[in-house]
């Protein structure tokens, strides 16, 4: 075993033998050390103590990334998938660094280990992809990720078990999987990654060992959480809340061009201010892909309707301007010109308000919507969940006006506790 011993140096810490090594050969100490220290078939957050007896801790193991990147590693993989019995999914992506947003990383667990694949090496996903259709599909809030997925890879799973939703169903207040995974596995996960940029590469140590862990605890967190349905008879409501969960986020993604650029506030601005409105966010999209960083990174939805607002009542805008935009005379005059083409539109070309959706309700309906809300508050609180698990207010109101017509639409178990 190559390691290098030095002449006269200070041992690097009170641990381990009284050896010590030459710092210069630190960083480029030979790495099979550490793939002896974590074969690859095992969890690498639970190191096996007989492959570290005297080395566990001198001299300090190297890091050494090891992310599936190729198709070479990615091969070695897929036995593991194809076979395994059953499979965690997570995925990270760049939303909060980059626009548009990116899939950087996908995370699996099967009982071979936790393993790391980059999705944006040089690497052909579509064997993996294959492979993880046909199992079910452990993951933790699937929402998220499965439109990514669907978005960027055009896959959609045959089956998942979500276990946010499980816990939901259980009637938890606090599903995040940090305290899901604290309080029924009592392990305590790092939040530390969760906003860090998911594009950088090589990840960091820290970043790898995140990403692991979000799956590590998937299966032991979907086997309590599946015995808890079970045991209250509502595996069934659990099984239809995920199908349900893969049909939404499988659709194709439709851009409303006449409402995308309503954002949050704009509803109380006039036509002439939304006109403004509409180019400034085709202006702030533009900007926001050109520099390749969200859109509330150019300006905020509030400025947006704040300038827009303020533009329309021919008022100064520079004053709105945060320091970023301000201190760029570029953006500064797309911006100028995206307020200009707004005002100049004719009163004929403004947008419409939008119209309130649905109708006024009649006393009957709104005597239906209290007893449906009466009658799924009653269910919920019984059953002590959430109760626009059941149905929200919307539906409600939609199954106030017309039962026979919206309540197909709703999942069984739903249908079954609002009779
Ligand atoms: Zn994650």
Redesign the pocket.
Known sequence: MPVAVGAAQPPLSGKGPSLSWTPSLAGTFNPNFSIIIAPRQESRLEKTPAHTISFSDWPPPKYIPAVIDTDAKLAALLPAVKSATWLAL???ADSLHAYPEKLCLI?ISTVAGDELIDPLGKINLDPLLEALNAHELIMHGADYDLRLLRKHHEFVPSAIFDTMLAARLLGERQFGLGSLVEKLLGAKLDKASQKADWARRPLTEQMETY?RK?THYLKPLADKLKLGLQQKGRLSWHQESCARLIVETSQPLVVDTDSVWRVKGSSRLGRLALAVLRELWQWREREAVAANRPPFFVLTHEKLVAIAATAAARRPVEPLLPPRLAGSQRRRDGLANAIKTGLQLSTDRHPEFLRPKGHRPTEAEMHRYHELEKRRDARAHKLGIDPTLIASRATLGELASDWDKHAPGLMNWQRELLR
């Open positions: 997570d995925t990270e995370q990403a979000d």
